[in-house]
């Protein structure tokens, strides 16, 4: 399994921006689709959007489409999350996670075999 690690998160203003940085130790991590997850207290794991191993395919959630841009950087073992016009509901942990090969559009997190321990965004109103 690869291992993941997110950064980036913190607290922001509504409106304000963020960028998520997945990064993975492993080369292989360049044949993964990565997808971005959230989870807010008390609530489902959310998918927010994910990524084909050679970004030739990306994928949004609705609540977040126009807003979020997921973007990778395979010689880096690197995929970013940058979040803009961030609202007071996007206050959540947000996850990545990969799959070998896999879909960049799957909405179900069992799906996914590789997560990061998750990094904490928080939207102040």
């Known amino acids: 399994q690869v291992q993941l690690v997110e950064s980036g998160g913190g607290l922001v203003q509504a409106g304000g921006s963020l960028r998520l940085t997945c990064a993975a130790s492993?080369?292989?991590?360049?044949?993964?689709?990565v997808g971005w997850f959230r989870q807010a207290a008390g609530q489902e794991r959310e998918f927010v959007g994910g990524?084909?191993?050679?970004?030739?395919?990306?994928s949004y959630a609705d609540s977040v489409k126009g807003r979020f841009t997921i973007s990778r950087d395979n010689a880096k073992n690197t995929v970013y999350l940058q979040m803009n016009r961030l609202k007071p509901e996007g206050t959540a942990v947000y996850y990545c996670?990969?799959?070998?090969?896999?879909?960049?559009?799957?909405?179900?997190?069992?799906?996914?075999?590789?997560w990061g321990q998750g990094t904490q965004v928080t939207v102040s109103s």
């Open positions: 492993q080369p292989i991590f360049s044949s993964y689709a």
């Open positions: 990524i084909t191993w050679s970004g030739s395919s990306i």
């Open positions: 996670a990969g799959r070998l090969w896999g879909r960049d559009d799957d909405p179900n997190w069992s799906n996914w075999r590789s």
